[in-house]
DNA sequence: AAACCATATTCTCACGAAGGAATATGCTTC
DNA sequence: GAAGCATATTCCTTCGTGAGAATATGGTTT
Protein backbone atom coordinates (compact mmCIF):
# COMPACT_ATOMS: atom_id res chain seq x y z
CA UNK A 1 0.00 0.00 0.00
CA UNK A 2 1.09 3.49 -1.21
CA UNK A 3 -0.47 4.92 2.18
CA UNK A 4 1.91 2.77 4.00
CA UNK A 5 5.16 3.82 2.68
CA UNK A 6 3.94 7.45 3.30
CA UNK A 7 3.43 6.64 6.69
CA UNK A 8 6.78 5.36 6.82
CA UNK A 9 8.42 8.24 6.08
CA UNK A 10 6.33 10.36 8.30
CA UNK A 11 7.50 8.23 11.33
CA UNK A 12 10.68 9.64 12.73
CA UNK A 13 10.63 13.20 14.04
CA UNK A 14 14.30 14.17 11.89
CA UNK A 15 12.23 13.60 8.69
CA UNK A 16 9.16 15.32 9.86
CA UNK A 17 11.01 18.39 10.87
CA UNK A 18 12.60 18.20 7.38
CA UNK A 19 8.99 18.13 5.77
CA UNK A 20 8.06 20.87 7.78
CA UNK A 21 11.20 23.11 6.64
CA UNK A 22 10.55 21.44 3.20
CA UNK A 23 6.82 23.01 2.96
CA UNK A 24 8.16 26.80 3.24
CA UNK A 25 10.21 26.12 0.00
CA UNK A 26 13.18 23.77 -1.77
CA UNK A 27 16.11 24.11 0.93
CA UNK A 28 19.62 23.05 0.43
CA UNK A 29 21.67 20.78 2.85
CA UNK A 30 23.91 22.56 4.72
CA UNK A 31 21.35 24.88 5.91
CA UNK A 32 19.12 21.86 6.83
CA UNK A 33 21.77 21.10 9.57
CA UNK A 34 21.78 24.45 10.34
CA UNK A 35 18.34 24.59 10.70
CA UNK A 36 17.85 21.19 12.66
CA UNK A 37 21.02 21.75 14.57
CA UNK A 38 22.00 17.87 13.43
CA UNK A 39 25.06 16.37 11.91
CA UNK A 40 25.19 15.94 8.42
CA UNK A 41 25.28 11.93 8.56
CA UNK A 42 21.75 12.13 10.03
CA UNK A 43 20.66 14.92 7.38
CA UNK A 44 21.61 13.34 4.45
CA UNK A 45 20.49 9.69 5.44
CA UNK A 46 16.62 10.94 6.20
CA UNK A 47 17.16 13.06 3.01
CA UNK A 48 18.04 9.75 0.79
CA UNK A 49 15.25 7.71 2.37
CA UNK A 50 12.38 10.46 1.84
CA UNK A 51 14.32 11.09 -1.63
CA UNK A 52 14.36 7.29 -2.44
CA UNK A 53 10.05 7.05 -1.53
CA UNK A 54 9.43 9.69 -3.61
CA UNK A 55 8.64 12.30 -1.13
CA UNK A 56 10.85 15.02 -1.67
CA UNK A 57 13.48 15.84 -4.97
CA UNK A 58 17.23 16.67 -5.26
CA UNK A 59 18.85 18.57 -7.51
CA UNK A 60 22.69 19.68 -7.59
CA UNK A 61 24.08 22.90 -7.77
CA UNK A 62 27.61 23.20 -7.63
CA UNK A 63 28.97 22.23 -4.35
CA UNK A 64 25.60 22.29 -3.00
CA UNK A 65 22.46 19.75 -3.16
CA UNK A 66 18.94 21.07 -2.91
CA UNK A 67 16.00 19.20 -1.82
CA UNK A 68 12.51 20.11 -2.82
CA UNK A 69 9.07 18.34 -2.38
CA UNK A 70 8.26 16.23 -5.09
CA UNK A 71 6.76 17.88 -7.92
CA UNK A 72 3.57 16.23 -8.39
CA UNK A 73 2.36 14.60 -5.32
CA UNK A 74 -0.57 11.93 -5.33
CA UNK A 75 -3.69 12.83 -3.78
CA UNK A 76 -2.98 10.76 -0.42
CA UNK A 77 0.87 12.29 -0.25
CA UNK A 78 -1.12 16.10 -0.76
CA UNK A 79 -3.66 15.44 1.78
CA UNK A 80 -1.18 14.06 4.71
CA UNK A 81 1.39 16.75 4.27
CA UNK A 82 -1.08 18.74 4.23
CA UNK A 83 -2.03 17.55 7.31
CA UNK A 84 1.44 17.57 8.94
CA UNK A 85 1.19 21.13 8.60
CA UNK A 86 -1.59 21.71 10.32
CA UNK A 87 -0.31 19.54 13.30
CA UNK A 88 3.11 21.08 13.24
CA UNK A 89 1.45 24.67 13.74
CA UNK A 90 1.20 23.83 17.03
CA UNK A 91 4.12 22.20 18.39
CA UNK A 92 7.23 23.84 19.46
CA UNK A 93 9.80 22.04 17.81
CA UNK A 94 8.35 22.75 14.00
CA UNK A 95 8.10 26.75 15.15
CA UNK A 96 11.18 27.11 16.25
CA UNK A 97 12.88 25.23 12.99
CA UNK A 98 10.74 27.73 11.23
CA UNK A 99 11.84 30.98 12.91
CA UNK A 100 15.42 29.34 11.91
CA UNK A 101 14.52 29.22 8.71
CA UNK A 102 13.47 32.66 8.15
CA UNK A 103 16.85 33.87 9.79
CA UNK A 104 18.90 32.77 6.79
CA UNK A 105 15.63 32.75 4.06
CA UNK A 106 18.27 35.31 2.11
CA UNK A 107 21.37 32.58 1.68
CA UNK A 108 18.76 29.80 0.80
CA UNK A 109 16.90 32.01 -1.79
CA UNK A 110 20.91 33.29 -2.63
CA UNK A 111 21.63 29.38 -2.94
CA UNK A 112 18.57 28.66 -5.25
CA UNK A 113 19.00 31.35 -7.77
CA UNK A 114 22.09 29.08 -8.71
CA UNK A 115 24.41 31.65 -10.33
CA UNK A 116 27.82 29.50 -10.07
CA UNK A 117 29.64 32.45 -11.31
CA UNK A 118 28.57 34.27 -8.31
CA UNK A 119 29.11 31.27 -5.64
CA UNK A 120 31.84 31.89 -3.07
CA UNK A 121 34.74 28.80 -2.36
CA UNK A 122 32.62 28.47 1.61
CA UNK A 123 29.00 28.58 2.72
CA UNK A 124 27.47 30.64 4.77
CA UNK A 125 25.38 28.78 6.88
CA UNK A 126 27.70 28.25 9.96
CA UNK B 1 6.38 13.73 20.10
CA UNK B 2 3.34 12.85 20.25
CA UNK B 3 2.92 12.83 16.26
CA UNK B 4 5.49 10.75 15.78
CA UNK B 5 3.62 7.61 17.55
CA UNK B 6 0.44 8.63 15.94
CA UNK B 7 2.61 8.43 12.32
CA UNK B 8 4.08 4.62 13.82
CA UNK B 9 0.70 3.51 14.23
CA UNK B 10 -0.60 4.03 11.41
CA UNK B 11 2.33 2.81 9.23
CA UNK B 12 1.14 -0.96 8.97
CA UNK B 13 -1.29 -1.91 6.57
CA UNK B 14 -3.42 -4.17 8.92
CA UNK B 15 -3.82 -1.17 11.39
CA UNK B 16 -5.02 1.08 8.71
CA UNK B 17 -7.16 -1.38 8.11
CA UNK B 18 -8.87 -2.14 11.80
CA UNK B 19 -8.72 1.98 11.88
CA UNK B 20 -10.84 1.99 8.96
CA UNK B 21 -13.64 -0.72 10.13
CA UNK B 22 -13.60 1.38 13.58
CA UNK B 23 -14.21 4.52 12.32
CA UNK B 24 -17.78 3.14 11.14
CA UNK B 25 -18.23 2.21 15.18
CA UNK B 26 -17.35 0.22 17.85
CA UNK B 27 -16.33 -3.65 16.75
CA UNK B 28 -15.73 -6.85 18.73
CA UNK B 29 -13.00 -8.74 17.68
CA UNK B 30 -14.16 -11.47 15.93
CA UNK B 31 -16.04 -9.14 13.84
CA UNK B 32 -12.49 -7.80 12.95
CA UNK B 33 -11.29 -11.67 11.86
CA UNK B 34 -14.44 -11.61 9.71
CA UNK B 35 -14.08 -8.59 7.76
CA UNK B 36 -10.04 -8.49 7.37
CA UNK B 37 -10.01 -12.19 7.08
CA UNK B 38 -6.76 -12.15 9.16
CA UNK B 39 -6.06 -14.53 11.89
CA UNK B 40 -6.82 -14.05 15.84
CA UNK B 41 -3.33 -13.72 16.77
CA UNK B 42 -2.80 -10.70 13.98
CA UNK B 43 -5.60 -8.95 14.93
CA UNK B 44 -5.18 -9.33 18.05
CA UNK B 45 -1.71 -7.87 18.88
CA UNK B 46 -2.31 -5.25 16.26
CA UNK B 47 -5.27 -3.86 18.27
CA UNK B 48 -3.38 -4.20 21.80
CA UNK B 49 -0.65 -1.78 20.35
CA UNK B 50 -3.28 0.42 18.81
CA UNK B 51 -4.39 0.29 22.59
CA UNK B 52 -0.91 0.90 24.08
CA UNK B 53 -0.46 3.87 22.58
CA UNK B 54 -4.46 5.02 23.25
CA UNK B 55 -5.94 5.26 19.51
CA UNK B 56 -8.41 2.49 20.48
CA UNK B 57 -10.09 1.48 23.64
CA UNK B 58 -11.48 -1.89 24.79
CA UNK B 59 -14.47 -2.57 26.62
CA UNK B 60 -15.40 -6.49 27.74
CA UNK B 61 -19.08 -7.72 26.93
CA UNK B 62 -19.07 -11.45 28.36
CA UNK B 63 -16.82 -13.84 26.27
CA UNK B 64 -16.38 -10.84 23.99
CA UNK B 65 -14.33 -7.81 23.58
CA UNK B 66 -15.08 -4.43 21.73
CA UNK B 67 -13.09 -2.00 20.89
CA UNK B 68 -13.88 1.54 19.36
CA UNK B 69 -12.02 4.61 18.28
CA UNK B 70 -10.33 6.34 21.69
CA UNK B 71 -13.14 8.71 23.45
CA UNK B 72 -11.30 11.92 23.66
CA UNK B 73 -8.85 11.96 20.95
CA UNK B 74 -5.99 14.66 20.57
CA UNK B 75 -6.02 17.35 17.86
CA UNK B 76 -3.55 15.68 15.96
CA UNK B 77 -4.95 12.42 16.16
CA UNK B 78 -8.35 13.63 15.22
CA UNK B 79 -6.87 15.37 12.27
CA UNK B 80 -4.70 12.04 11.26
CA UNK B 81 -8.03 9.71 11.35
CA UNK B 82 -10.00 12.31 9.18
CA UNK B 83 -7.14 11.81 6.42
CA UNK B 84 -7.12 8.59 6.65
CA UNK B 85 -10.62 8.47 6.25
CA UNK B 86 -10.42 10.61 3.24
CA UNK B 87 -7.82 8.75 1.33
CA UNK B 88 -9.27 5.28 2.36
CA UNK B 89 -12.53 5.95 -0.22
CA UNK B 90 -10.67 5.76 -2.77
CA UNK B 91 -8.59 2.52 -1.84
CA UNK B 92 -9.99 -1.15 -2.84
CA UNK B 93 -8.85 -3.03 0.15
CA UNK B 94 -10.77 -0.38 2.63
CA UNK B 95 -13.79 -0.03 0.36
CA UNK B 96 -13.43 -4.12 0.62
CA UNK B 97 -13.80 -4.06 4.51
CA UNK B 98 -16.19 -1.52 4.66
CA UNK B 99 -18.70 -3.84 2.28
CA UNK B 100 -17.81 -6.96 4.54
CA UNK B 101 -18.17 -4.94 7.75
CA UNK B 102 -21.71 -3.48 6.45
CA UNK B 103 -22.93 -7.21 5.94
CA UNK B 104 -22.42 -8.51 9.48
CA UNK B 105 -23.12 -5.02 11.11
CA UNK B 106 -26.61 -6.06 12.29
CA UNK B 107 -24.46 -8.16 14.58
CA UNK B 108 -22.34 -6.02 15.28
CA UNK B 109 -25.31 -3.73 16.66
CA UNK B 110 -26.73 -6.94 18.55
CA UNK B 111 -23.06 -7.73 20.30
CA UNK B 112 -22.81 -3.80 21.02
CA UNK B 113 -26.30 -3.88 22.63
CA UNK B 114 -24.75 -6.48 25.05
CA UNK B 115 -27.64 -8.16 26.68
CA UNK B 116 -25.65 -10.81 28.18
CA UNK B 117 -29.11 -12.75 29.08
CA UNK B 118 -29.37 -13.13 25.33
CA UNK B 119 -25.93 -14.10 24.51
CA UNK B 120 -25.66 -17.79 22.51
CA UNK B 121 -22.86 -19.65 23.85
CA UNK B 122 -21.47 -19.03 20.39
CA UNK B 123 -20.34 -16.32 18.36
CA UNK B 124 -22.22 -16.15 15.06
CA UNK B 125 -19.70 -14.49 12.90
CA UNK B 126 -18.42 -17.70 11.25
C1' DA C 1 -16.02 -28.23 38.19
C1' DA C 2 -15.36 -29.52 33.51
C1' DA C 3 -15.73 -28.24 28.87
C1' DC C 4 -15.80 -24.51 25.89
C1' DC C 5 -15.39 -20.09 23.68
C1' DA C 6 -13.17 -15.58 22.57
C1' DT C 7 -9.22 -13.09 23.35
C1' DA C 8 -4.49 -12.21 25.11
C1' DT C 9 0.29 -13.28 25.94
C1' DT C 10 4.73 -15.55 25.33
C1' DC C 11 8.51 -17.26 22.61
C1' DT C 12 11.29 -17.40 18.71
C1' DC C 13 12.98 -15.83 14.38
C1' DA C 14 14.01 -12.59 10.64
C1' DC C 15 14.35 -8.11 9.20
C1' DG C 16 14.62 -3.28 8.66
C1' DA C 17 15.80 1.06 10.61
C1' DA C 18 18.43 4.55 13.40
C1' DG C 19 22.74 6.36 15.04
C1' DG C 20 27.70 7.25 14.83
C1' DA C 21 32.45 6.85 12.98
C1' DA C 22 35.03 6.59 9.09
C1' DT C 23 35.51 6.98 4.33
C1' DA C 24 34.17 7.97 -0.46
C1' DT C 25 32.37 11.00 -4.18
C1' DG C 26 31.82 15.24 -6.97
C1' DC C 27 32.65 20.05 -7.68
C1' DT C 28 35.32 23.98 -7.28
C1' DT C 29 39.24 26.85 -6.56
C1' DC C 30 44.08 27.85 -6.65
C1' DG D 1 46.40 18.42 -10.40
C1' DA D 2 46.22 19.20 -5.48
C1' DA D 3 43.61 20.94 -1.81
C1' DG D 4 39.24 22.04 0.01
C1' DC D 5 34.32 22.02 0.58
C1' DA D 6 29.55 19.89 0.68
C1' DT D 7 27.28 15.77 0.44
C1' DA D 8 26.78 10.67 0.11
C1' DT D 9 27.83 5.94 1.28
C1' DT D 10 29.59 2.11 4.00
C1' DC D 11 30.18 -0.52 8.10
C1' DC D 12 28.82 -1.68 12.52
C1' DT D 13 25.87 -2.14 16.54
C1' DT D 14 21.56 -1.79 18.74
C1' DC D 15 16.72 -1.92 18.98
C1' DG D 16 11.87 -2.32 17.75
C1' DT D 17 8.63 -4.72 14.97
C1' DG D 18 5.95 -8.27 12.42
C1' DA D 19 4.64 -12.97 11.85
C1' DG D 20 3.38 -17.59 13.44
C1' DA D 21 3.00 -21.49 16.76
C1' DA D 22 1.86 -22.64 21.14
C1' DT D 23 -0.06 -21.59 25.41
C1' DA D 24 -2.48 -18.79 28.92
C1' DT D 25 -6.46 -16.10 30.64
C1' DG D 26 -11.11 -14.90 31.71
C1' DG D 27 -15.85 -15.54 31.12
C1' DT D 28 -19.77 -18.76 30.11
C1' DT D 29 -22.48 -22.90 29.75
C1' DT D 30 -23.94 -27.43 31.28
Redesign the interface.
Known amino acids: ?1 E ?2 KI ?2 C ?4 TR ?1 RLLNVLAQGPVCVCHFQDVLGEPQVKISKHLAYLRERGLVASERQGNWVIYGLAAKPS ?2 LR ?2 L ?3 Q ?3 Q ?2 P ?1 FKRDLARLKKIEPLCAWVRAGDPGKAPGQCRCG
Chains 1, 2 share one sequence.
Not at 10 to 13: E, G
Request: net charge negative.
Open positions: MLVYELCDPLREANACLECASIV
